[in-house]
């Protein structure tokens, strides 16, 4: 497994079938490249009815393609939610590649980096991310797996900076499983609330969940940016 794409070694981390990458000499619609009116006519679909709600016939109509043309990208609903919240998720782990790079070595850094990428994509990505909350466990195996496999990899980017922190005397809760998934889930919890029309700005409540999540962890001050 590659910790910092969550895909396994040697492979896309797509699942089986008609390639989700095909060429963009593919068919076109009025909005735009193909592939990118499919994804954006499935988000808004998927968003509005739900996996089981929606059809590929709707997600066709929205992005103003025939089913014909929509086939030459995906071979069908499920291949098109998965590659919609792969797409997404490769958002997350550059993300993540980046903030980590620049926290370095200081475990603090990093939980503080992982706390702020996973908060930011869930604002940002808040579609994606509750149809990856909500919806994903009505995929077949082939389909959701891979999904669950890089969701396994962000838990371990997480337990890995608390263990070391913990080596390190950087953080003293001697309950660090569950602190893990404490901070993990009022992370993700952020795509069902949040309201970005609010008064509270992404970087204030990114700072505030990094205290938030240092509180748990039995450390002091968050570091600064």
């Given at each position: 497994?590659?910790?910092?794409?969550?895909?396994a070694?040697?492979?896309?981390?797509?699942?089986?079938?008609?390639?989700?990458?095909?060429?963009?000499?593919g068919?076109s619609?009025p909005?735009?490249?193909?592939?990118d009116?499919?994804?954006?006519?499935?988000?808004?679909?998927?968003?509005?009815?739900?996996?089981?709600?929606?059809?590929?016939?709707?997600?066709?109509k929205?992005?103003?393609?025939?089913?014909?043309?929509?086939?030459?990208?995906?071979?069908?609903?499920?291949?098109?939610?998965h590659?919609?919240?792969?797409?997404s998720?490769?958002?997350?782990?550059?993300?993540?590649?980046?903030?980590?790079?620049?926290?370095?070595?200081?475990?603090?850094?990093?939980?503080?980096?992982?706390?702020?990428?996973?908060?930011?994509?869930?604002?940002?990505?808040?579609?994606?991310?509750?149809?990856?909350?909500?919806?994903l466990?009505?995929?077949e195996?082939?389909?959701?797996?891979?999904?669950?496999?890089?969701?396994?990899?962000?838990?371990?980017?997480?337990?890995?900076?608390?263990?070391?922190?913990?080596a390190?005397?950087?953080?003293?809760?001697?309950?660090?499983?569950?602190?893990?998934?404490?901070?993990m889930?009022?992370?993700?919890?952020?795509a069902q609330?949040?309201?970005?029309?609010?008064?509270?700005?992404?970087?204030?409540?990114?700072d505030?969940?990094?205290?938030?999540?240092?509180?748990?962890?039995?450390?002091?001050?968050?570091?600064?940016?």
């Amino acid at each position: 497994m590659d910790a910092m794409s969550g895909k396994a070694a040697g492979k896309s981390g797509k699942a089986a079938g008609k390639s989700g990458k095909a060429a963009d000499n593919g068919p076109s619609s009025p909005r735009g490249n193909g592939r990118d009116a499919i994804m954006d006519a499935a988000r808004d679909v998927f968003a509005e009815r739900g996996y089981f709600g929606a059809s590929i016939r709707d997600i066709a109509k929205r992005a103003d393609m025939s089913l014909s043309a929509l086939y030459y990208y995906y071979s069908g609903k499920a291949q098109l939610f998965h590659a919609l919240i792969e797409d997404s998720l490769d958002d997350y782990f550059r993300h993540c590649e980046k903030e980590l790079a620049q926290a370095g070595d200081d475990p603090a850094a990093r939980l503080a980096a992982l706390v702020r990428v996973t908060v930011d994509y869930r604002v940002r990505r808040r579609v994606e991310s509750l149809l990856t909350l909500q919806e994903l466990r009505y995929l077949e195996p082939e389909y959701r797996n891979p999904i669950i496999e890089r969701r396994h990899a962000v838990s371990g980017l997480f337990q890995k900076a608390i263990d070391d922190g913990l080596a390190g005397g950087v953080f003293r809760t001697p309950h660090p499983d569950d602190a893990r998934r404490a901070v993990m889930a009022m992370c993700n919890a952020v795509a069902q609330w949040y309201d970005p029309s609010g008064d509270l700005g992404t970087t204030e409540l990114c700072d505030r969940y990094v205290r938030l999540a240092f509180a748990m962890l039995g450390h002091g001050e968050a570091p600064a940016r």
